[in-house]
């Protein structure tokens, strides 16, 4: 049986507090809104009951920021797409992000497993004075249960723009089968984790703000174990790109974490507190 499901969330400014409406069908919601930071940041966590994606199912979820609104979007475990037998699983994610707000979208891991065929798709549109900071950690195989990514075939979309024009496209598809890619230094480098991370805003950064983001990175980067296979780059005026290959999650995981912290404050003069879940 496979499974169908849809979230929509949509979050707004009201007073001083930022709350979220929303709808699901099938497997798909919400826990409790959370405000560990107070009114302002409205924290969700996205809960999968099957607690996997496996072939012929269909997850869809959509969310609008409206203006003066900040969401912080997570989730309580890995994203495991599971083996198929030919059927192909989708997600995808569609957030619309409106003048003067700001989304964190920074889910955990996500396990690809042998023999899967699935497709993930995120797109982001940001209006002109809206901002975020998103994460993505794409994890082949499962090496601790001797079970490597020899086959299947994963593909993924991360787009960024304002709804019209992208500013940072990427998209590609990882084939179990392909060894130059998995193992050649241009590409994966006998590594099976990736960590994708980005600032992104709907208008050109100025320089010296850009200038810093990358800074703040590049010193995440130098002090952390995984400095000799990450880097951080600017493509675009209005994206900073870190990048990361790693043998295991965790320490992806951790210099993400480390980049966030030093975003947040340098970008929004925000703490960053970590999220209960993430310890858990």
């Known amino acids: 049986m496979s499974w169908h499901g849809h979230l929509a969330l949509n979050y707004r400014h009201d007073g001083t507090r930022t709350v979220v409406a929303d709808r699901h069908t099938g497997p798909l919601r919400i826990l409790q809104s959370l405000y560990p930071e107070g009114a302002g940041i409205c924290h969700n966590v996205l809960v999968h009951p099957p607690a996997g994606i496996a072939g012929g199912d269909v997850l869809g979820i959509d969310a609008h920021v409206q203006g003066g609104a900040h969401a912080f979007i997570t989730t309580p475990g890995a994203t495991r797409f599971y083996r198929s037998t030919g059927e192909q699983a989708l997600q995808t994610v569609a957030v619309k992000v409106d003048d003067g707000a700001r989304l964190e979208w920074l889910p955990l891991e996500t396990l690809c497993y042998p023999r899967l065929q699935a497709e993930n798709r995120m797109s982001f549109s940001l209006a002109p004075d809206a901002e975020m900071i998103g994460w993505d950690v794409l994890a082949l195989g499962l090496p601790a249960s001797n079970a490597p990514f020899d086959a299947g075939r994963f593909t993924q979309e991360i787009r960024l723009g304002d709804g019209t024009r992208d500013t940072w496209l990427e998209r590609g598809t990882v084939d179990g089968t392909d060894q130059r890619l998995l193992q050649s230094p241009l590409g994966w480098a006998g590594r099976s984790v990736m960590a994708t991370m980005w600032f992104a805003a709907g208008s050109a950064l100025p320089t010296a ?3 810093t983001l990358l800074a703040d990175a590049r010193e995440a980067i130098a002090s952390h174990a995984l400095a000799p296979t990450a880097g951080a780059t600017s493509p675009h005026t209005q ?21 966030w912290t030093r975003w947040r404050k340098g970008a929004w003069d925000l703490p960053a507190p970590m999220p209960r879940i993430w310890r858990v």
């Open 209 to 211: 703000r850009r200038d």
């Open 239 to 259: 994206v900073v790109v870190v990048r990361a290959l790693a043998h295991r999650v965790e320490p992806a995981m951790q210099l993400l974490t480390s980049v």
